[in-house]
């Protein structure tokens, strides 16, 4: 049984009393038919306790630990490593039915709170710098290869003098980088070479950490993790731990030999601390500052904010851990996680505030969403990459949107570029309720387009039409419009192709497969209409995107452009 075999049957589950038994035969099952456990994870148990504890063998022999840590990975898929971390020597197999180990965290409490999918709007660090935007607080920029600029990176980071470099898909602090800036100068040429690794990568202002917490150890930024938990009546925070960097590190984590310590939720007192093999801690062992018993500044603005900043995710995910650095002069968020470590401790009893939740709430809600995921322009070619969750997406049939422009393309700018994406996406995004996120916008245009979608809500007031829209900027790109307006025609025999007669320029013709994106029968289609006797495509989406498709063209020839809501014009 693989992972992903076992979250499916987990999903299943039904709502009953039986469920944790149910769970707990899928998680056996799961060990079992995975010799991973055998062929590594017991090897490797016995090598990390003769060189990091020792000592306990004192008070048990090697064949003991062996055989309780596969007693307890059978019972919730402990890892080794997780194993001492946690302490699990200490508890019963009576005390561990209130834990929350990796294996029962990742198969069981994603599979039942978050929706799986849906996960990846955190997975990528640009989606979580624009959506939580106002609670970022310092400059970054995204660095991929044909859609960043150098001049608008250095503009972007001028004046920072120690920045942070992260790939933007990653996890548990692996190839982050650290880099002190003295000029511009070095700002380029740390453009230059990222761009020549053709990675994906994050580069932001280096946050320096005042206070406190920063006096525990300066060489990170000592981050606290707060676990919010959301139901249908707000946001709770319901675990959090302060975590602590050691000297030369860049990140704080336990995979970086960093130190953990609970916090009690009431007070913001800190708890006594563990490392990742298990070690307790009161103070830190590089620094010598005591930490036990030091109280979270500003703690219940922290929670506070956690709690609101919960309200913008999707619906689907409703168990989110923030990194939160809290400084003297500002508290920012660094990151967030949807596969958050959890408290291995019986007096926590997180398993049960879980189980509680999911007995309460046996089925996640949905929400439709769309990311841009690349946009890929070749010489007169545009390719737009774009991933869709929610039950929107039996209406898709393609995961790409295709143009051709009878010009060469390089240089447009990429907030007029996205445009054919945006009129071909928005109109059904309306419609169901979606959340949106794209890194670049123009503004101009997105104001148009809300003038469409309100237009559309007079006439149909019947209909909310309220979607979630997000973008990392909102460019302000200005063009001469100074030629006459277009006169735009969809060719009904070829349904791919989009006809433009710009006077004084002659006649051209875009490209595209975006009334192919969709794939909808009539009873999707009457499904969408916004109103009876109103066709989806021909009433409501067709003329918006083919408008949208021309607006690159129009840029290109310097022509006038407009965008307008089918079936509404002036005076109705």
């Known amino acids: 049984m693989t992972h992903d075999e076992a979250i499916e049957l987990i999903e299943k589950l039904p709502v009953d009393m039986n469920w944790r038994t149910n769970l707990q035969q899928i998680q056996k099952t799961w060990v079992e038919e995975n010799t991973f456990f055998e062929q590594c994870q017991v090897p490797e148990f016995g090598g990390l306790l003769k060189r990091n504890r020792a000592e306990l063998l004192s008070d048990h022999p090697m064949e003991w630990y062996v055989e309780d840590f596969r007693s307890a990975a059978i019972q919730l898929g402990v890892y080794s490593s997780e194993y001492l971390a946690d302490q699990l020597y200490k508890y019963s197999t009576e005390e561990r039915e209130h834990l929350i180990p990796t294996g029962l965290r990742v198969r069981f409490i994603d599979s039942k709170i978050n929706e799986k999918d849906i996960a990846i709007v955190l997975g990528a660090k640009w989606v979580f710098n624009t959506i939580w935007s106002d609670y970022i607080g310092r400059p970054w920029y995204r660095i991929k290869k044909d859609r960043c600029s150098k001049i608008e990176f250095v503009s972007r980071l001028h ?25 511009d100068r070095e700002l380029e040429a740390l453009f230059d070479e990222l761009i020549r690794e053709d990675g994906d990568y994050i580069v932001e202002e280096c946050v320096i950490q005042k206070g406190l917490l920063g006096s525990f150890n300066s060489d990170t930024a000592n981050t606290v993790r707060v676990n919010t938990l959301r139901d249908e009546t707000g946001v709770k925070v319901v675990y959090s731990f302060l975590r602590v960097g050691r000297k030369g590190c860049v990140v704080d984590n336990l995979h970086a030999n960093g130190i953990m310590f609970p916090i009690n939720l009431e007070t913001g007192e800190i708890r006594y601390g563990t490392d990742k093999y298990g070690i307790e801690y009161e103070s830190h062992p590089d620094s010598g500052v005591r930490i036990k018993g030091e109280i979270i500044p500003y703690w219940e603005k922290v929670c506070r904010m956690c709690s609101e900043a919960h309200l913008l995710a999707p619906k689907n995910l409703n168990w989110i851990g923030w990194d939160v650095c809290i400084s003297d002069d500002r508290i920012v968020f660094l990151e967030a996680n949807t596969r958050s470590m959890l408290s291995s401790r019986p007096e926590d009893k997180l398993f049960d505030i879980f189980g509680k939740y999911i007995d309460e709430h046996p089925v996640l809600p949905k929400e439709n969403v769309f990311i841009l995921k690349d946009m890929t322009v070749n010489k007169n070619r545009c390719e737009y990459g774009f991933m869709m969750r929610g039950p929107w997406k039996k209406y898709f049939s393609r995961k790409k949107l295709m143009t051709k422009y009878p010009c060469d393309l390089s240089g447009v700018p990429a907030d007029i570029m996205i445009i054919p994406l945006l009129g071909t996406i928005l109109p059904l995004a309306w419609r169901t309720n979606a959340l949106v996120v794209v890194p670049w916008c123009y503004r101009k245009y997105l104001d148009r387009m809300e003038k469409c979608r309100r237009s559309f809500m007079e006439r149909f007031p019947e209909i909310d039409f309220e979607y979630r829209f997000y973008a990392t900027s909102f460019e302000e790109t200005e063009y001469e419009e100074s030629g006459p307006e277009m006169s735009i025609t969809h060719s009904y025999d070829d349904l791919k192709a989009i006809n433009c007669l710009s006077p004084g320029n002659g006649q051209f013709e875009i490209r595209s497969n975006y009334r192919f994106v969709f794939e909808m029968d009539e009873e999707a289609k009457n499904e969408l209409s916004p109103g009876e006797g109103t066709d989806w495509f ?25 965008i307008e809501a089918p079936g509404v014009t002036d005076g109705k």
């Not at 003098?161 to 880099?179: A, D």
């Not at 067709?542 to 949208?548: L, N, P, T, Y």
């Not at 021309?550 to 020839?557: E, G, K, R």
């Open 159 to 183: 004046g920072i003098h120690k920045v942070i470099i992260k790939p933007n898909r990653g996890s548990c602090g692996r190839n982050i980088e650290v880099r002190d800036i003295g000029d």
């Open 538 to 562: 021909e009433d409501f989406q067709r003329d918006i995107a083919i408008s949208s498709h021309a607006a690159v063209l129009s840029y290109l020839l310097g022509g006038k452009w407009e």
